[in-house]
Nanobody, 129 residues
Framework: EVQLQASGGGLVQTGGSLRLSCLVSGLTSDDYTIGWFRRAPGKERQGVSCIYGYGTNERTHYLDAVKGRFTMSRDNAKNTVYLEMNSLKPEDTAVYYC????????????????????WGQGTQVTVSS
């Protein structure tokens, strides 16, 4: 059974930084995409970033609104993916989720939530103005 556990959220001032972590367990294949999503109050869930592949074949994709501020990475030895968030803005306030999609969907770009098969619990990020 695939399980994901997100952590690292918190309260930060505008311009601050946070690093989210997502511990992934139970994967039996190397062919998968991991994504970060967020849901702000009253809004639909939104894809933030995703990662697929390894080494020179690794691909990451980002929501335009976070490009240049957020960086997604992975530590395979720790089965963990990260979302480094810098220059945070109040509009980044949301519950952030990590998810796994079976297969190479992540080669296509920032794929929608319907492609994902497994979800972790969310972690709250609040950016004060």
């Amino acid at each position: 059974e695939v399980q994901l556990q997100a952590s690292g959220g918190g309260l930060v001032q505008t311009g601050g930084s946070l690093r989210l972590s997502c511990l992934v367990s139970g994967l039996t294949s190397d062919d998968y995409t991991i994504g970060w999503f967020r849901r702000a109050p009253g809004k639909e869930r939104q894809g933030v970033s995703c990662i697929y592949g390894y080494g020179t074949n690794e691909r990451t994709h980002y929501l335009d609104a976070v490009k240049g501020r957020f960086t997604m990475s992975r530590d395979n030895a720790k089965n963990t993916v990260y979302l480094e968030m810098n220059s945070l803005k109040p509009e980044d306030t949301a519950v952030y989720y990590c998810a796994v999609a079976k297969g190479a969907w992540g080669r296509l770009g920032l794929i929608k939530d319907v492609y994902y098969d497994y979800w972790g619990q969310g972690t709250q990020v609040t950016v004060s103005s």
